[in-house]
């Protein structure tokens, strides 16, 4: 029997709040037909942070593209901002994250951590930044274009992560005035006007988007970052 390449499904469904945990086990069983799901998440949590785990952290992307450097994938992270918007969040990081908030979300940020929910947080001033920056084996790449950044990278070899508007992405409308939806989702190619989009909402997958409801997505959360996930094989 001749299998595929790659695993066909691959997108795990994730636990509330942990859709980066998701696209990590998705990237993982789509290159290496692993079958991680919710019930991995804490252990693929440890994995993501190297693990540095405490009770309550989530995966932001940057730890995802790390990780995966690790595990000896080819990355190359892409920026909507510039070298030097990106020189200056490595210097002020808290002020540079709170560019990317509606005011009515400062109050979430105390000292240098993100409180999502009462349960989840976010490190703000991550050192991998400054780590990858000094990595010449991952590549940077700023003030980009990411549809035309995808159909010229896209391939079998490589999937996308996508940080994002959840709400817009589905066409939903939000549960409350001024809300903002951080959401992590994987992208394998663009075909036929569409994106192909894996989601860790499973009744969604895969979800075909067109390039202007997918492009006001990302931009919603102001200076969008992606990630291109290669393999080496």
Known sequence: ??????QINFMPEAFPGYCSTACLMGILNYFWYTTFNMKDT?????LGLLWKYKHGDMLDQI???YCLYQLWFKINIY?????ADYDYMLKEPVLAFKKTLIKSYHSAVQWDTYTHTSWLKMKITSDLFM????ETSIEQHFEVDFAKTIKKKQSENTLFLLGLDGYILLDEPYPSEGFVSWHVVLCSWFKDWYFQI????P???PLQVDEGRLGLAMTKINQFMFIS?????
């Open 229 to 233: 996930i290669t393999s080496n094989e």
């Open 203 to 205: 009744k969604n997958n």
């Open 63 to 65: 730890d995802i593209a």
């Open 131 to 134: 780590k990858i920056k000094n």
């Open 42 to 46: 804490r252990d693929i949590i440890r």
């Open 198 to 201: 894996y989601d860790s909402w």
């Open 1 to 6: 029997m001749n299998y595929p390449k790659y």
């Open 79 to 83: 920026y909507q901002m510039s070298a």
